[in-house]
């Protein structure tokens, strides 16, 4: 059997020992003797990877001297100028405003996207990477291909000519989903992409810290490492290269959004048209409430800067505020995780706002090694700690920023929980998504059949239309409930 040979040397382990005993974390040495030229090589190359000190740093900062809670927070409702709205009708000249110069920009391949894809689908029953869940639609087709054919709708409708429009694509995923959700793009040919369009990251991590800040063992030679948050989002694309290789296309406007929401509208051109024509470098859809107490974060201001405030910060007496002379909530932007910036402000700003922001602690109930004991610990309680970032962390910070308000119904359906749950799941996800595609044939003076009084399994391909375009033919028809329409021409009728 042939015997691997460590890619360090004597000095330079000794040199990483000294670096980890004076940051006060030699326990992760513990083991190294007795493992095998591969994985001492595998824990070398990981505990080089980490910097230690800045990671401490973290943890002496958010846990062991946490900035003091100050008594004068001051929380206000977004006033009502400070937002527009595609649901209000008298803004409706605006929307086609909005709408019009994102068209524009998307023509003259201004605009990117970002996906944060890094979640596992875990929690609905599966280890693949969230992107690559089918929630069940007549097509079966994965939440990464009903994204891709937004995409590839959206260059349609703004190509022209003398232009085609290319939108790139940004995958952000993480340690545990890298590697399938690269191989479902291969498999599946890019979802009818150009390979060239598409650029993968991966989120950051930050090693898992016990109750007292030391780093803890997975096992005997690897550290327990988590991703650091959403918020890692901006680290992990300035030294992935993304930002330059957005600069060097030409890129100015970006759209970022999370993959577990199916009715995503993929570099939606009227929130980009609205945040550039509004010159803002920062830009956040939300969502109207659904009530007082729904358990959502809320855009708001925090002591005068725009911020995102937990549920749990607004008390029941704020929460239930109403306007003046309206019965609309004072504090309704539902954040939806749904984000505009420009290149510069990515590329320029932000690396001077995150020395600012603060991690948050996750206490989490962590598999490990202990080192006293020399045990692996599988915990039933939180026995660690874990560091991380939000991505509106930054929100305090922008200079000039958007805020649109869109209807839930067309731009909003989270897939959070198990099959069977009933909220937040598949089975909603599904029949939101239908329900919407329904809504589009009826706006164009089509109607659908029901199926014994019950919905459809009725889909219309985003290729097809991307936000109810490009319908006009079904008006005054009706349409067979039970069928998935890839092409105007194969439309079965009553």
């Not at 290319?166 to 992409?193: C, H, R, Y």
Request: proline share 5%; hydrophobic share 40%; net charge negative.
């Amino acid at each position: 059997m042939v015997q691997s040979t460590p890619s360090f040397t004597s000095e330079s382990l000794a040199a990483l020992k000294k670096r980890y005993a004076a940051a006060g974390q030699p326990q992760v040495f513990k083991y190294f003797d007795d493992l095998s030229d591969e994985e001492a090589t595998a824990l070398f190359t990981q505990l080089s990877s980490i910097d230690v000190e800045r990671c401490n740093q973290f943890f002496d900062k958010t846990v062991r001297n946490p900035a003091p809670v100050s008594d004068s927070v001051t929380l206000e409702p977004l006033a009502s100028d400070s937002f527009a709205s595609t649901i209000d009708e008298a803004q409706a000249a605006d929307n086609e405003k909005w709408r019009a110069e994102g068209i524009k920009l998307i023509r003259d391949n201004k605009v990117a996207v970002i996906l944060l894809a890094g979640g596992q689908g875990t929690r609905l029953g599966s280890s693949a990477p969230k992107g690559c869940y089918d929630i069940g639609l007549p097509s079966h087709k994965c939440l990464f291909d009903i994204q891709a054919e937004r995409i590839r709708r959206l260059q349609e409708i703004a190509s022209d000519s003398e232009h085609k429009a290319v939108i790139p694509w940004l995958v952000m995923t993480s340690g545990p989903t890298s590697a399938a959700t690269q191989q479902k793009f291969v498999d599946e040919n890019f979802f009818g992409l150009n390979p060239d369009d598409v650029f993968f990251f991966n989120q950051g991590v930050l090693p898992c810290f016990d109750l007292e800040g030391k780093i803890l063992l997975e096992n005997r030679g690897k550290v327990a490492v988590a991703p650091d948050g959403n918020g890692g989002i901006y680290e992990a694309l300035r030294l992935s290269g993304a930002l330059d290789w957005l600069r060097a296309r030409g890129v100015e406007h970006i759209h970022s959004y999370c993959v577990d929401n199916c009715l995503v509208r993929v570099a939606d051109p009227t929130f980009v048209g609205y945040a550039a024509l509004k010159g803002a470098e920062c830009g956040a859809l939300a969502v109207p409430k659904k009530s007082w107490d729904e358990p959502v974060g809320v855009i708001c201001l925090r002591n005068g800067h725009y911020s995102v405030v937990e549920y749990s910060e607004i008390s029941p007496e704020m929460a239930q505020l109403t306007r003046d002379s309206t019965s609309q909530l004072a504090y309704n932007a539902g954040n939806i995780c749904n984000h505009f910036y420009t290149l510069d402000f990515l590329q320029h700003r932000v690396p001077d706002i995150e020395s600012k922001l603060e991690h948050h602690i996750a206490k989490k109930k962590i598999k490990h090694i202990d080192t006293e004991t020399d045990e692996q610990v599988a915990p039933t309680k939180p026995n660690g700690i874990k560091l991380e970032r939000f991505v509106f962390d930054v929100f305090p910070y922008v200079q000039k920023m958007a805020i649109l308000e869109v209807d839930r119904r067309d731009q909003f359906s989270p897939l959070k929980n198990a099959p069977g749950t009933g909220v937040d799941c598949p089975e909603t996800s599904r029949s939101d998504l239908i329900s919407q595609c329904i809504r589009f044939v009826e706006a164009a003076g089509g109607k659908v059949q029901s199926v014994d009084g019950q919905q459809p399994a009725f889909e219309i391909s985003a290729l097809v239309s991307y936000a109810g375009e490009g319908l006009e033919s079904l008006k005054g028809k009706t349409l067979v409930g039970d069928q998935y329409i890839d092409s105007i021409s194969a439309v079965q009728f009553v």
